[in-house]
């Protein structure tokens, strides 16, 4: 299996780089790569734009990712952005049926004498309807509304005929659709070269076929495309209609607290009294832990991620030159008293000299610090990877490392906030929850000792909510009692602070402010370096040097590299 996942990783590494060099003749723009499976713009990711321009590498062949990187070409080469975004209607499939519309536009725009582009984006729009139909998607009324629509408005637009394997089955969907969209379709032929004018009349239809589907029922094909993509085509009608375009991903930004600044920047808690600090695995049944253990391994194994090449890695940012003896009888360097005698007895030997013998060691821990709020749970996979596998590597590097997590003992403050409520509820009483932080491997255990540990980040009871300024404090306390050259704390998250109980009884902004003091207090101290790894945002609202990292398309190299470049000061977002 591991053999598998490998092959497939170098060949959809291949593809992608094959693919990115054809987008970047095609379009003429040069700054542009796939990242995790995704098309970036320098470090910034694209829109996944229409669903049509996702080949699966375990079903596809190569034709349709060539055809899908042409017409990536075409949608950056042809299309302005803003305005697309600004005629977009609101509803989801409305804007799915907007954006496949815009990208039938640009398709049709290649001349004719780009024959093979053409070939291209034909063969990849067959293979796409044939996987929209094998799916089963085509069996529900919603599905074969949408699927009727894509083949007549391609057959407009491009002035060929609709899938023949197809044409008998979607005969009396397109008799229906006629009389709702007949005129806007004409109107999408006459205005394809002009992308305001096409816009109006491509909204239209958009919100005519969206009312429609709203009438069959829209969770049939939603639950449709659900069912398909458990199957082996992994067929699916999603695309990020909602995502991130050229800003990259959402930034996370430290709100005003108007409480925090009124209290000279100090910060309060209203009660310590139901602070905890866990062994992560004590919190989880030993049999449980067994099973989250083996699922972790299979989630890395799929994946093929080398170990051996990430220790390599992080010894080569992390690994200080530390003295290791002499090498003697050499011909230059200092001169060896011991040998001195010879410059008697033998003048000609040159062979008088000895050097320090360098080599690179590991003087540094590195902490992970690991967000556990309720919104990480949908991104536990990947996290879980990448702290296993750092910790893992680092300790092949000769590098010791702690792998902690902070949240919270319950939800809305729990039994803090009951006794503020009893207290008579004080104004302004600072933090008010129950902190629990979380010891999932400490800096003197082993990777294979603190193996099962590790894997108790499945455990989803233990995400609450999150204190990070104190996390971040208590993180670096840890460190600096460790008798090292380098300390790095890596902190991974997905937000901003958030306690409900606290927001609501002092401000929005006010953990935020304290997380913001404290990464500005470190960074002034310099004791220990602390670094954000965004999942999914960008935290540089926060941390001075951070990394956004995309979990969606899964754990790969190239988001191992990100964070080995970060660590190594290669990154400042």
């Not at 609709?162 to 009389?179: F, G, N, W, Y």
């Not at 094909?221 to 991903?249: C, H, I, K, T, Y």
């Not at 190299?557 to 990154?571: F, K, N, Q, S």
């Amino acid at each position: 299996m591991k053999l598998l996942a490998e092959t497939l990783e170098r060949r959809q590494q291949h593809i992608e780089s094959l693919c990115a060099a054809a987008i970047r003749a095609l379009s003429g723009q040069r700054d542009l790569r796939f990242r995790g499976g995704r098309l970036h713009r320098g470090n910034f990711r694209l829109p996944d734009f229409a669903p049509h321009l996702h080949p699966s590498l375990e079903q596809d062949d190569f034709a349709s990712f060539r055809g899908a990187a042409d017409g990536l070409a075409l949608r950056l080469k042809h299309s302005d952005a803003e305005l697309h975004r600004r005629h977009a209607p609101e509803g989801r499939s409305a804007r799915l049926i907007y954006e496949l519309l815009e990208q039938l536009r640009v398709e049709s725009l290649v001349p004719e004498a780009m024959a093979g582009v053409r070939r291209n984006l034909q063969h990849r729009f067959d293979a796409w309807s044939m996987a929209f139909h094998d799916s089963g998607l085509t069996e529900t009324q919603s599905g074969l509304v949408l699927y009727t629509l894509a083949q007549v408005a391609r057959s407009r637009l491009h002035g060929t005929g609709v899938l023949a394997h197809t044409e008998d089955l979607i005969e009396q969907t397109r008799d229906q659709l006629m009389p709702l969209v007949a005129h806007e379709l004409v109107a999408l032929r006459r205005h394809r070269f002009e992308q305001a004018a096409f816009a109006l009349h491509a909204r239209v239809i958009a919100e005519r076929i969206d009312t429609l589907l709203g009438v069959l029922g829209e969770d049939e094909s939603a639950g449709a495309a659900d069912d398909a993509e458990a199957n082996p085509m992994r067929f699916s009608l999603r695309m990020d209609v909602d995502g991130q375009d050229e800003a990259g991903a959402p930034r996370a930004e430290a709100e005003g607290s108007a409480v925090f600044a009124g209290a000279e920047g100090s910060y309060h808690v209203f009660t310590t009294a139901y602070d905890s600090e866990y062994g992560a695995a004590t919190l989880v049944r030993a049999e449980l832990l067994r099973e989250f253990r083996g699922r972790l391994d299979r989630l890395i194994a799929e994946r093929g991620l080398n170990v051996l090449r990430l220790a390599r890695q992080l010894k080569a940012v992390l690994a200080l030159p530390q003295h290791d003896g002499w090498e003697g009888s050499r011909e230059d360097g200092r001169i060896d008293g011991a040998r001195l005698a010879q410059l008697i007895s033998t003048p000609a030997e040159r062979r008088l000299f000895r050097a320090e013998r360098i080599d690179p060691g590991g003087d540094v821990v590195v902490g992970l610090l690991i967000d556990c709020s309720g919104s990480m749970r949908r991104h536990i996979d990947a996290v879980a990877m990448l702290v296993d596998l750092f910790s893992r590597a680092l300790e092949m590097a000769g590098v010791d490392s702690e792998v902690l997590g902070f949240s919270t003992g319950a939800w809305h403050g729990g039994r803090a906030a009951r006794d503020w409520m009893r207290a008579g509820r004080p104004r302004h009483p600072g933090r008010l929850n129950e902190r629990c932080h979380l010891v999932f491997k400490d800096a003197n255990t082993a990777w294979r000792r603190a193996r099962p540990a590790i894997a108790a980040l499945f455990k989803s009871e233990l995400f609450r909510e999150g204190l990070d300024g104190e996390a971040v404090d208590w993180a670096v306390a840890r460190l600096t009692r460790r008798d090292a050259a380098r300390r790095l704390l890596i902190v991974f998250s997905d937000g901003c602070p958030m306690d409900s109980a606290t927001m609501q009884a002092n401000d929005d902004g006010y953990l935020a402010q304290h997380l913001l003091q404290v990464l500005q207090r470190h960074d002034a101290e310099g004791v220990v370096q602390v670094l954000g790894v965004g999942v999914g945002l960008d935290l540089s609202g926060f941390y001075g040097r951070c990394q956004a990292i995309d979990p969606g398309p899964g754990l790969r190299h190239d988001t191992l590299d990100e964070i080995v470049a970060l660590i190594a000061g290669r990154v400042r977002r």
